[in-house]
């Protein structure tokens, strides 16, 4: 059988790969991005309690509207800002789902969608996927600050959609007010969609305000903002997040969303809409996984990888180039065979595979994890 692969440049991803190497030389896991410790029972029983009172059959195509419901009392919460749960707010089988969806629903052939390189691996293919251009804004270690002038200068006509990520993975940077401030101001008075993926919104450090979309009002006018609560609730196999956006691109999100996924798993929204009815179930995890973040730097920080600490999300990139000069997927893998850590090498994110001798490590691990993965860091 002859066929011809829509994308011929993919592969397995590197999270299968490296989970896939850890697995088999019993490495310490930080390379994919998920905690190893339990989501709140008090979660766990509300899903029970909702299949055992009968939430069990379809949901409504755009979600529970109790959960639309809770979703909007956040934003009205936190960022004093308005969805309108029927028609700005729809759930989706994660964060990736929702992210495909608003690529398929307007992106076309040759049209141009700019991305931030670190980016997050699910962005290009999807892309691809729909014909459109990735159009690559690289971002520099150690501290992944934006050249807004370089974004100037490659938005053009075919440029529909610019896609952030804030705080963002893998770099653990984060976008200030000045830059969400940039980003308005180069697509006022365009057609350009943005796509914020703030799945982090909630693991931000030191203090520092996350800076949302629908903060900044034109901005709020233009773009889609996607969320997960897999990365909120310590629950990734969950696969539930959502999208919300200004209605009329909501419609159009929900005219593909009803034909792919149709409706989301119904008795987890129920327990999630009665979970987020307590702010400090999310509004607690900034300060939970700051923690984390320093214990893990505090127990290497007289190792020879050098860092900066990480501003939002629950990862860590360090610097080996004091250590060796190996290529950074090829120094991953031999830190997983030969030490039994397992770690991301940041390349595979970076236009043309840039290597700047960085690793990403997960810190969604119990404390014990930590120490036993900093053991090691410190014999290297
Ligand atoms: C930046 C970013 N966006 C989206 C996702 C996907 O989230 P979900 O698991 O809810 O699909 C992830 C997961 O790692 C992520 O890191």
């Keep these: 059988m002859q066929y011809q692969s829509k994308l011929p440049n993919v592969s397995i991803s590197i999270f299968s790969v490296m989970s896939a190497l850890a697995n088999k030389h019993k490495a310490i896991n930080l390379s994919q991005g998920f905690p190893n410790f339990k989501s709140d029972q008090k979660l766990i029983d509300l899903v029970s309690k909702a299949m055992n009172s009968g939430f069990n059959q379809y949901a409504p195509m755009p979600g529970s509207l109790e959960l639309r419901d809770a979703i909007a009392n956040k934003y009205d919460l ?144 233009r773009s889609f903002i996607t969320a997960s609560f897999g990365k909120t609730f310590h629950n990734t196999g969950w696969k539930t997040g959502y999208c919300c956006s200004p209605k009329e691109l909501m419609a159009e999100f929900r005219k593909v969303h009803q034909f792919n996924v149709f409706s989301v798993h119904h008795p987890t929204q129920k327990a999630l809409a009665d979970y987020l009815n307590e702010p400090n179930h999310y509004l607690d995890l900034s300060s939970f996984y700051q923690e984390k973040r320093d214990l893990f730097l505090s127990l290497i920080q007289d190792s020879r990888f050098k860092f900066t600490a990480s501003k939002g999300t629950y990862f860590q990139v360090l610097d080996y180039s004091n250590i060796t000069q190996e290529y950074d997927v090829d120094f991953a893998k031999r830190l997983t065979i030969e030490k039994g850590l397992a770690a991301i090498p940041l390349s595979v994110f970076n236009d043309f595979g840039l290597d700047n001798k960085v690793l990403r490590f997960c810190f969604a691990k119990t404390d014990d994890t930590l120490k036993q993965a900093a053991e090691i860091l410190n014999s290297i």
């Design 78 to 221: 936190l960022y004093n800002t308005s969805y309108h749960p029927e028609t700005e707010i729809t759930v989706t089988a994660g964060a990736t789902q929702a992210i495909y969806t608003i690529i398929s629903a307007f992106i076309r052939p040759n049209d141009e969608v700019i991305i931030f390189r670190p980016a997050y691996d699910c962005y290009e293919p999807a892309i691809e996927l729909n014909g459109g251009k990735v159009i690559s804004v690289q971002l520099e270690a150690p501290f992944y600050k934006v050249d807004w002038n370089e974004v100037r200068e490659k938005i053009n006509n075919n440029t529909k959609m610019v896609i952030i990520n804030t705080p963002q993975n893998p770099s653990g940077s984060v976008f200030s007010e000045g830059d969400m401030l940039r980003l308005q101001e180069l697509t006022k008075k365009t057609d350009i969609i943005v796509l914020s993926d703030e799945v982090y919104e909630h693991i931000i450090f030191d203090g520092e305000k996350h800076q949302s979309v629908c903060l900044f009002s034109d901005l709020k006018s």
